[in-house]
């Protein structure tokens, strides 16, 4: 299976992109968070990914963070929820705000998104149940704690969950909370 992909990104048609790995281009499907953080055609990009294989294709599917690809296989084990539909939960919210509403049981965030019925939801949230927590896993060498409070900070002062998340990605490994939202206010003043 392949766990991760770095390249040099040549193609972005959402839902997908084409990463150049010494000559060869490999073609994935993200979701449209990810795909708001790639860097520019020609950048540099590294992604975790996830091989799905059925008898008309071989689909590889990239994600930023390995938390998007745990919350992505998590999605795709409950029964009728398949890759696309995945994408699109992805696409619609955060990691945060789908393991809060796995978390409190609430269906109505997850109506919100394109696709998703009241049946869905509940089937969801019914199968997950439990079964989705992310604050046991790292991205970019922080602790969740730090980048969530960081991330909520930013959220309460007025910014949309993409510009938090853009500016946190941003930040040191080992800042403390009261520094990353000092150095993200910093970011959004310039």
Request: proline share 4%; charged share 20%.
């Amino acid at each position: 299976m392949i766990g991760r992909i770095t390249g040099i990104l040549i193609e972005k048609l959402p839902p997908h992109i084409c990463i150049d790995v010494n000559g060869v281009g490999y073609d994935l499907e993200v979701p449209m968070s990810t795909l708001y953080d790639l860097p520019d055609l020609g950048g540099k990009v590294s992604l975790f990914t996830h091989l799905a294989i059925r008898e008309d294709a071989h689909i590889l599917y990239g994600f930023l963070t390995a938390e998007e690809r745990i919350a992505f296989r998590s999605l795709i084990k409950v029964s009728g929820i398949g890759a696309r539909t995945a994408l699109a939960i992805l696409s619609g919210m955060s990691n945060q705000t789908l393991s809060q509403a796995i978390q409190q049981q609430d269906a109505s965030l997850l109506v919100k998104i394109p696709g998703i019925g009241a049946k869905t939801a509940a089937r969801l949230l019914l199968e997950l149940k439990g079964k989705f927590d992310l604050s046991s896993h790292t991205t970019e060498n922080q602790q969740p704690s730090v980048q969530s409070d960081i991330l909520n900070a930013l959220m309460a002062l007025g910014y949309s969950e993409k510009e938090s998340r853009h500016a946190v990605k941003q930040l040191p490994a080992d800042i403390s909370v009261s520094d990353g939202i000092r150095l993200a206010l910093q970011q959004f003043a310039k």
